[in-house]
């Protein structure tokens, strides 16, 4: 899948997950940059990237994903 | 909100969970504020998150307590001063089987795994006690879903030492409790989580990461089920289904069809369905739910429909039956007025998207289920949580027929041209005394129920009724009237508190199914009575306006209290004079509980 693409569509889950629609997600975005992402957030945020791009990631993947760049990585590799 | 009602998209939910509360928040609707403290053995963050959608979507606003992560037994054992000070309106117990710590080891005999079944559970009684004790307030527990794998498969349902064996036996124990203490109910997490896959339920990972004892996208759906006990407990459930006909209780249009026509029996896999739901909403009676038909036909087929041989329901089931060509959202609001309920209290069932969405638009408050197709109609309603028993009094086993004799007694007032000789053929008689304990918990029931002839509509739980019929410092009334056609049961409540010479109405509500029956003032009569044997001089009434509550605006003016102040929110205070009253009632014989004696 084009990571164009998947970009955009994070981005929609993003906004949504947040609740603000100014937000726009780069593959450096980490969760100092959202003021909402904090450990909580991050497990709804999780939930609803593997929902839109029907992935399951599993726990290692979660644990090793630094930044939205590596979270699209992976979504690249296996997204349907 | 549609979003929010049953079967909803539990996916959506948690991407927009922030948007909906904003969405809720801003409606303008008046809510029931409470406040509820959460003791978790894992997280429940999100438990909580969704947990207030439910509600405020079911009209109540919720304040919560959350416990430090995993801190239930230290926050029922030992509250800290910001929980006393908080003082919560319900406790939540959310454990689960990640948190039982004595199961039993192969080597145990059966009496070892006794002992340890009896060390856990009597940890938990052991916190609600305290809890009671504490707070005076319901208490939700978890029961205990079984354990996601099995040492001993299958052998370990039925072996004393499985996992599984030893989360039913707990769960019996809790049940026990349960069934022997008022205000405390049991959240089925163990039928939740089989519902929605124990497979999936119960994924590790979420444990191991985030210390979730379920998988975060089930928390919807349990949340929701959650919320279903908390607006039971504090009065919101529904009163009334009103049904279609063609279609939604049998297969078919008995207009075109004919009687014969209709599908409806044992004779196709589609007749059967509609047998089965129809053999469901006859049971909904047995639990206190109004039936009631709201279809577009003429009367006469309506009735010859109900009245098929294959059928479960009978005409007699219903209270109302409105088989007519006016618009369904008139329909509805009439059966409510009727009836003497909002039009909120109501649930319609209807097959046709287009007339359910009607309603929806046209009567706000109004439930509509999904009733897409017959085999799911039992589901969505159940499931739904509707008509959630929590409360299960002997009077919701007879509320059907008290509405039925109330039919009855509007076509006998048709009959009589003089009011007073109406009430006076209607053989009235009440019994007005002290409370007493079989009463006790129908009394909380009217308390968190009646919100028109309510003056202060002030709400207790059944814990803070045990309290106040406890102690002496109140004058209390209740009132049961029976007349030739039925008994309608405990209808009115009165609680004054002793201040000096002095007593302070807290309470004063009627059920308004004996609306104009004169049994206010024979509450009256009975009020003075007892005022006057404790010394009191004066009666203080209070009325505090809310949206549903007009109706009483001037009752204390009508009984012969003398206003003696007024605020600008409306709130009004009254007061009488006890040494000069003079009975009212001449219509009800008045008897005391000694009559119910025998």
């Known amino acids: 899948?084009?990571?164009?693409?998947?970009?955009?569509?994070?981005?929609?889950?993003?906004?949504?997950?947040?609740?603000?629609?100014?937000?726009?997600?780069?593959?450096?975005?980490?969760?100092?940059?959202?003021?909402?992402?904090?450990?909580?957030?991050?497990?709804t945020l999780m939930a609803a990237v593997q929902k839109e791009f029907k992935v399951k990631f599993s726990m290692g993947e979660i644990a090793s994903m630094k930044n939205v760049g590596e979270m699209v990585h992976i979504i690249e590799k296996r997204a349907k | 909100m549609k979003?929010?009602?049953?079967?909803?998209?539990?996916?959506?939910?948690?991407?927009?969970?922030?948007?909906?509360?904003?969405?809720?928040?801003?409606?303008?609707?008046?809510?029931?504020?409470?406040?509820?403290?959460?003791?978790?053995?894992?997280?429940?963050?999100?438990?909580?998150?969704?947990?207030?959608?439910?509600?405020?979507?079911?009209?109540?606003?919720?304040?919560?307590?959350?416990?430090e992560y995993s801190q239930y037994w230290q926050d029922s054992m030992f509250p800290s001063e910001e929980l006393l000070n908080f003082?919560?309106?319900?406790?939540?117990?959310?454990?689960?089987?990640?948190?039982?710590?004595?199961?039993?080891?192969?080597?145990?005999?059966?009496?070892?795994?006794?002992?340890?079944?009896?060390?856990?559970?009597?940890?938990?009684?052991?916190?609600?006690?305290?809890?009671?004790?504490?707070?005076?307030?319901?208490?939700?527990?978890?029961?205990?879903?079984?354990?996601?794998?099995r040492l001993l498969g299958n052998k370990d349902c039925s072996?004393?030492?499985?996992?599984?064996?030893?989360?039913?036996?707990?769960?019996?124990?809790?049940?026990?409790?349960?069934?022997?203490?008022?205000?405390?109910?049991?959240?089925?997490?163990?039928?939740?989580?089989?519902?929605?896959?124990l497979r999936r339920w119960s994924d590790p990972s979420y444990w191991n990461m985030y210390k979730y004892a379920m998988c975060t996208e089930a928390i919807p759906e349990f949340s929701f089920n959650l919320s279903n006990?908390?607006?039971?407990?504090?009065?919101?459930?529904?009163?009334?289904?009103?049904?279609?006909?063609?279609?939604?209780?049998?297969?078919?249009?008995?207009?075109?069809?004919?009687?014969?026509?209709?599908?409806?029996?044992?004779?196709?896999?589609?007749?059967?369905?509609?047998?089965?739901?129809?053999?469901?909403?006859?049971?909904?009676?047995?639990?206190g739910v109004i039936l009631t038909v709201c279809s577009?036909?003429?009367?006469?087929?309506?009735?010859?429909?109900?009245?098929?041989?294959?059928?479960?329901?009978?005409?007699?089931?219903?209270?109302?039956?409105?088989?007519n060509w006016e618009n369904k959202d008139r329909n509805i609001v009439e059966t409510a007025n009727e009836l003497n309920i909002f039009p909120?209290?109501?649930?319609?069932?209807?097959?046709?998207?287009?007339?359910?969405?009607?309603?929806?638009?046209?009567?706000?408050?109004?439930?509509?289920?999904?009733?897409?197709?017959?085999?799911?109609?039992?589901?969505?309603?159940?499931?739904?949580?509707?008509?959630?028993?929590?409360?299960?009094?002997?009077?919701?086993?007879?509320?059907?027929?008290?509405?039925?004799?109330?039919?009855?007694?509007?076509?006998?007032?048709?009959?009589?041209?003089?009011?007073?000789?109406?009430?006076?053929?209607?053989?009235?008689?009440?019994?007005?005394?002290?409370?007493?304990?079989?009463?006790?918990q129908r009394i909380t029931q009217l308390t968190n129920k009646s919100n028109q002839f309510n003056v202060t509509t002030k709400r207790y739980t059944q814990t803070e009724m045990d309290s106040v019929f406890q102690s002496d410092e109140y004058v209390r009334l209740y009132g049961k009237l029976t007349d030739k056609f039925g008994d309608n049961g405990v209808v009115s409540v009165v609680i004054g508190k002793i201040n000096g010479e002095i007593l302070d109405i807290d309470l004063w509500i009627m059920s308004c199914r004996v609306l104009k029956r004169n049994m206010e003032f024979a509450m009256l009569d009975r009020l003075v009575e007892r005022a006057l044997a404790r010394g009191i001089k004066t009666l203080r009434g209070y009325y505090y306006p809310t949206p549903k509550n007009k109706m009483v605006r001037e009752l204390f003016k009508d009984f012969g209290f003398t206003k003696t102040d007024e605020d600008t929110n409306g709130n009004t205070v009254w007061e009488l004079d006890t040494g000069s009253y003079e009975k009212k009632n001449t219509v009800i014989t008045v008897e005391d509980n000694s009559s119910i004696a025998n």
């Open chain 1, 1 to 43: 899948m084009d990571s164009k693409v998947i970009y955009q569509r994070l981005n929609k889950v993003f906004r949504d997950v947040f609740d603000d629609d100014d937000i726009t997600v780069n593959d450096k975005t980490t969760a100092n940059d959202i003021e909402d992402w904090d450990s909580l957030e991050h497990i």
């Open chain 2, 3 to 67: 979003e929010l009602e049953y079967p909803f998209d539990s996916d959506y939910i948690i991407k927009k969970k922030k948007s909906i509360k904003r969405t809720l928040l801003a409606d303008g609707k008046n809510r029931l504020k409470k406040k509820i403290a959460v003791f978790g053995g894992s997280t429940t963050h999100d438990i909580i998150v969704y947990l207030e959608l439910f509600l405020l979507d079911q009209g109540i606003e919720p304040e919560f307590y959350e416990s």
């Open chain 2, 87 to 149: 003082s919560p309106d319900l406790v939540y117990i959310h454990t689960t089987s990640r948190n039982i710590v004595n199961y039993p080891s192969m080597s145990d005999s059966k009496e070892q795994s006794e002992e340890k079944l009896e060390r856990e559970y009597s940890k938990f009684e052991q916190m609600w006690k305290k809890i009671t004790e504490t707070h005076h307030c319901p208490i939700i527990q978890n029961n205990f879903e079984l354990p996601f794998y």
């Open chain 2, 159 to 197: 072996d004393y030492r499985g996992r599984s064996n030893f989360v039913g036996r707990l769960n019996q124990l809790f049940y026990e409790y349960s069934q022997n203490n008022d205000g405390f109910y049991i959240n089925d997490i163990n039928f939740i989580s089989s519902s929605y896959g």
């Open chain 2, 229 to 287: 006990i908390i607006k039971s407990v504090f009065g919101k459930n529904k009163k009334a289904l009103a049904l279609d006909l063609d279609n939604t209780l049998w297969g078919g249009v008995v207009g075109d069809d004919g009687v014969d026509g209709i599908q409806i029996g044992q004779e196709t896999g589609v007749s059967q369905s509609y047998y089965e739901f129809q053999n469901y909403v006859k049971t909904l009676k047995d639990i």
């Open chain 2, 296 to 323: 577009k036909n003429d009367h006469e087929n309506a009735v010859a429909g109900l009245e098929h041989p294959e059928g479960a329901l009978k005409p007699d089931d219903f209270i109302i039956i409105k088989a």
């Open chain 2, 344 to 440: 909120d209290a109501v649930v319609f069932a209807d097959d046709n998207p287009a007339e359910r969405e009607i309603v929806r638009a046209q009567v706000p408050g109004v439930a509509v289920p999904e009733m897409d197709s017959v085999e799911n109609y039992i589901i969505n309603i159940d499931r739904s949580g509707f008509f959630e028993v929590t409360n299960f009094s002997a009077d919701d086993l007879k509320r059907n027929e008290m509405y039925k004799a109330n039919a009855e007694r509007a076509a006998q007032m048709a009959s009589f041209s003089d009011y007073g000789e109406y009430l006076l053929s209607l053989d009235m008689k009440a019994v007005i005394d002290d409370f007493i304990p079989v009463y006790l």
